[in-house]
């Protein structure tokens, strides 16, 4: 009994503390723990109330906040809070969505970042909710050649968050709501991933040699 009690009693001092925590800087490390209060409240409902987290995610609504915590936001408004109603959040999270998109000029990172955070909080989300993934596809087809590929990078590392499984399904649906190629991703071994990081490095010491930096 007195373990459930500590244990709900950090969960609420977590929240509560949140605010002063996330002050727009560095965000992974503050992304992770939002998402992963999330799967607590989903997991132990009793033990962890989700208005605590909601709160902490109200009083931040007002700062400039990174577009990874902006994703999780967005995601964890879906989730989590049982008085939403669910085509209004996922307008929401498209809103949302686009801000981030319309910052791509100045932070080519930014779209990217907030799929991140969205797929922190749940990378099934595209299938959960029906009107999220088009309008994904339309924000991105609305990129020209060169902002799409400065966008690509942060896109990428945003759904490598996914199983190859998860990828393959949600390729398969992109495939049903255009008439685009079936996305297909091969997600390379660790074996291949850690020769190419040693040919990195092989190759930023030749270019050393010639004074040129890989910066």
Not at 76 to 90: K, R, V
Not at 164 to 175: D, S, Y
């Amino acid at each position: 009994m007195l373990a459930i009690v500590c244990f709900h009693r950090c969960y609420v001092r977590l929240c509560t503390r949140l605010p002063r925590a996330i002050n727009g800087h560095s965000s992974t490390a503050e992304a992770t723990l939002l998402s992963d209060l999330g799967k607590l409240i989903n997991r132990m409902p009793q033990l962890c109330p989700a208005y605590f987290l909601l709160d902490a995610i109200h009083s931040l609504s007002d700062i400039a906040v990174p577009f990874k915590i902006q994703g999780v936001f967005a995601g964890l408004a879906l989730s989590i809070d049982p008085s939403s109603n669910e085509d209004d959040e996922q307008q929401n999270v498209i809103l949302m969505m686009r801000s981030a998109a319309s910052q791509c000029h100045l932070t080519p990172d930014s779209l990217g970042d907030f799929c991140y955070g969205l797929g922190l909080v749940d990378t099934q989300i595209y299938q959960y909710y029906d009107a999220i993934q088009p309008a994904l596809d339309s924000i991105i087809s609305e990129f020209d050649e060169h902002d799409f590929l400065h966008t690509l990078p942060a896109l990428r590392r945003a759904f490598m968050l996914m199983t190859p499984n998860q990828i393959e399904e949600f390729g398969q649906l992109c495939h049903q709501e255009s008439d685009a190629l079936w996305l297909h991703s091969t997600i390379p071994s660790h074996d291949t991933l850690l020769q190419a990081n040693q040919l990195q490095h092989l190759a930023e010491e030749w270019l050393s040699l010639w004074g040129i930096s890989h910066d």
